[in-house]
């Protein structure tokens, strides 16, 4: 028996011998592994698949989060979120300029980022045009820059307030200097789960078939999972399984994000919150049911740098990037930092004994950085 099998209860053997065999988990296995308490040998099996079906590089990028609006139609509606604001009644609400989002690219391209990340609130009263401006001034100041914009939450609201299918909608924004889409905005799927999360906000499956849509047009997205409130490990199950199907259907998900929730100044600010061991325990079934995502992200700015780097020994390979500007996290009370410089990063992963892998927002490689630190 080898080292590693013998960490294995006899309990979670028959999920560790599927994996050896390159064999599919199902929603069983899934909830057997949430329930475990057996950090370790989920961990054991998480490092074991993560080896054999992506290897050992850590993909991080040089990117920054700008976020265009907090002015937030749903503001009301969803209990976990301490970002959106009433448009005029919060004085803590602002939208950023065409002339204020372009400054902010500029400088940020001054260090080196590739990606922006952009994303914002439902406003009620912004017009198209400022969307596909925003896009097109950012891309003629930063033309070597990514778009990463908009969750399938705002594809779905510009869809109803601007009257246009969501095919229409991704070409436009395509048209405008749009380059992907992020995974934000999915929360949990299961209806017992958005009810009480976010009762009348877009569907899961909404979110999925907005997906669907923009993987038809060869447009990529990411996908994320809220987790750490009300939920069972069924519904985490039922979350996971829907995106893998999607996934075999399309595959046009560049990663998996587990986004941890952070209850500070939300609706449900009575919840504790995960902890450092459900993290990782996230990770690491994320890492085992995903079977069909290649990146599954460990989003330092929710967990903290510290549990990031540790779960790169729990199926993670890809620990996001340097972000530098973040506000949904911290208006709901995060005390993480905002910025981890590319060094940080590279400590992070080169003491979890992997590869550093610096690349693009679809996964191509820049560069390695398989020299020791200098
Ligand atoms: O859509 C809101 C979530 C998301 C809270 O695509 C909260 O690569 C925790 O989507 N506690 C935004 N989470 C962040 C996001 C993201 C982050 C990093 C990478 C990528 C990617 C996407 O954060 C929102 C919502 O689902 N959120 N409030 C909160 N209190």
Redesign the pocket.
């Known amino acids: 028996m080898s080292l590693a099998a013998s960490l294995i209860p006899r309990d979670l053997m028959p999920i560790y011998e599927k994996v050896l065999q390159d064999q599919r988990l199902d929603a069983q296995d899934g909830i057997k592994l949430l329930e475990s308490h057996d950090l370790f040998a989920i961990g054991t099996i998480a490092n074991e698949a993560r080896k054999r079906r992506v290897g050992d590089y850590v993909y991080f990028n040089n990117n920054a ?1 700008i976020n265009y609006s907090n002015i937030c139609a749903l503001s009301k509606v ?1 209990k ?4 959106g604001k009433q448009n005029g009644l919060d004085p803590e609400g602002y939208t950023y300029t065409i002339e204020q989002m372009v400054e902010k690219a500029k400088a940020y391209a001054r260090l080196g980022v590739t990606e922006f ?1 952009m ?1 914002g609130g439902l406003h009620p009263d912004m017009p198209f045009a400022y969307y596909t401006d925003f896009l097109s001034a950012i891309k003629q100041a930063v033309p070597q820059a990514h778009l ?1 914009c908009f ?1 399938a ?1 705002e594809i779905d609201f510009f869809t109803r307030k601007f009257k246009m299918p969501a095919e229409e909608v991704l070409l436009r924004l395509r048209e405008a200097g749009h380059g992907s ?7 949990m799927f299961h209806p017992e789960v958005h009810n009480v999360l976010c009762r009348g906000k877009m569907s899961g499956e909404r979110y999925l078939e907005i997906h669907r849509i923009a993987h038809n047009l060869g447009v990529r ?4 999972m ?1 987790y ?1 409130h009300i939920e069972k490990p069924y519904h985490v199950v039922d979350h996971m399984l829907k995106i893998r199907a999607l996934q075999d259907e399309t595959g046009g998900e560049s ?1 998996f ?1 587990p ?8 609706d ?1 600010a009575h919840l504790p ?1 995960p902890t450092g061991h459900y993290d990782l325990k996230i990770i690491a079934v994320a890492r085992l049911l995903l079977d069909n995502i290649k990146a599954i ?1 460990s ?1 330092w ?2 967990i903290s740098p510290r549990i990031a780097q540790v779960s790169l020994a729990f199926g993670a390979n890809d620990i ?1 990037g340097t ?1 530098r500007e973040e506000k ?2 911290h ?4 005390t993480t930092p905002m910025l981890q410089e590319q060094n940080d990063l590279l400590r992070l992963i080169r003491e979890a004994g992997r590869i550093p892998a610096e690349r693009d927002t679809l996964y191509n490689i820049l560069r390695v950085h398989d020299q020791a630190a200098v």
């Open positions: 989060h969803c976990f979120c301490a970002f990340h994303v990463k969750t939450v889409m992020t995974g934000g905005g999915a929360e997205t990411t996908c994320t809220l750490g990663a994000i986004l941890a929730f952070h209850p500070t100044n939300t449900l919150g992200k989003y700015v929710m996001d972000v949904i996290y208006f709901a009370g995060a």
